[in-house]
């Protein structure tokens, strides 16, 4: 059974930092590309940043510079680390084994102006 577990999330002023972690098991991690998304009320899902299994990272234009994903295949866990936060970061971020359903239950992040 796949699972996805996010953590990390949380209260932030702008420009401070959050970073948010994700377990899987039940895949094969260290062979799985994988993914950050974030939504917010009334907008579909949108991709923030991706890692592939040779740890190859594609951004979104919005958080270019500001976010860097990466991936401990010994602790099977992707990572998204946040810096320079906006209040428009604001969304419930979810992680994705991608190219699949599997999606984790999504971690809150929330910035304050």
């Known amino acids: 059974q796949v699972q996805l577990a996010e953590s990390g999330g949380g209260l932030v002023q702008a420009g401070g930092s959050l970073r948010l972690s994700c377990a899987a098991s039940?895949?094969?991690?260290?062979?799985?590309?994988m993914g950050w998304y974030r939504q917010t009320p009334g907008k579909q899902r949108e991709l923030v940043a991706t890692?592939?299994?040779?740890?190859?990272?594609n951004y979104a234009e919005s958080v270019k510079g500001r976010f860097t994903i990466s991936r401990d295949n010994t602790k099977r866990t992707v990572y998204l680390q946040m810096n320079s936060l906006k209040p428009e970061d604001t969304a419930v971020y979810y992680c994705?084994?991608?190219?699949?359903?599997?999606w984790g239950q999504g971690t809150q992040v929330t910035v304050s102006s």
């Open positions: 039940g895949i094969f991690f260290s062979v799985a590309a």
């Open positions: 994705n084994v991608m190219r699949t359903n599997y």
């Open positions: 890692i592939s299994r040779n740890r190859t990272t």
